[in-house]
């Protein structure tokens, strides 16, 4: 990255969660899940300034405790079930930008329910998207473990049917095109595209930045919680945050 180059990344942490309530701020191994994506953020240079977007005066206040920055309180017409966060994103830079007179190049989502991410992605997802001028973004994508082309099926008239058309035409596994997830590790736009395109990312030109597919959990349920917990405590995975404050419980 650049050194003019400046990064905004915004950790957005609504109260309402219905799949599980309360997951952004429930204890996750030795700290409240949002404060893993904060801890991580300290950790990525590239990154300018990093905010928390919640409309939950609990989750600002236990984003403080964690070393978070929280400049507002999300508005609630912001903070509905089908509020895409699109519109959050837009309020956040439009925010930070009128607060500080000053402008962001790109803006970095990081969402707190996918704990397991490596600062270095955040440095090479930027270093792929900042010297291709034409690419709007880059999104944080993985390999899932079986390829949808080749199992997805449907049904249709009582019989199965597969879900993409071509699908019989591949003989052999191995010969399917490889298929990639969006797996919600990060996402990233400059500004500019942001600005000019309210109503959504999907439409840009967009590149792509492979992980792992395991470091990419997503935590939505108590299975996934737990699953992705063990996983740390196991030492599946080492997130340089909690080595250097040994905050890992036995």
Not at 51 to 79: H, N
Not at 83 to 94: G, I, K, N, Y
Request: glycine share 6%.
């Amino acid at each position: 990255m650049a050194s003019r180059s400046r990064v905004l990344a915004v950790i957005p942490a609504r109260g309402g969660s219905k799949g599980l309530p309360g997951k952004n701020i429930r204890p996750f191994a030795g700290l409240p899940l949002i404060g893993h994506t904060i801890r991580f953020a300290k950790l990525c240079p590239e990154i300018t300034r990093t905010i928390i977007s919640t409309d939950a005066q609990a989750i600002a206040d236990v984003a403080r405790q964690q070393g978070g920055d929280v400049p507002f309180l999300r508005p609630a017409d912001l903070a509905q079930d089908k509020t895409s966060l699109w519109p959050v994103l837009r309020h956040a830079l439009d925010f930070v930008e009128k607060e500080e007179g000053t402008k962001y190049d790109y803006v970095l989502l990081l969402d707190p329910t996918t704990p397991c991410r490596s600062p270095k992605y955040v440095a090479e997802a930027l270093a792929t998207l900042e010297p291709k001028a034409e690419a709007d973004g880059v999104i944080g994508v993985s390999q899932p473990d079986f390829n949808p082309i080749w199992v997805s099926v449907v049904e249709k008239d009582g019989w199965m049917t597969d879900l993409f058309p071509n699908a019989a035409s591949y003989t052999c596994r191995q010969d399917v095109p490889e298929v990639y997830r969006i797996n919600g590790s990060l996402y990233c736009w400059r500004t500019r595209f942001m600005k000019n395109n309210p109503d959504g990312w999907r439409h840009g030109k967009l590149l792509m930045y492979a992980i792992p597919d395991a470091a990419a959990i997503s935590i939505d349920t108590e299975d996934e919680f737990k699953r992705a917990e063990l996983f740390v405590k196991s030492g599946l995975f080492n997130l340089p945050w909690l080595e250097k404050a040994n905050a890992i419980p036995s």
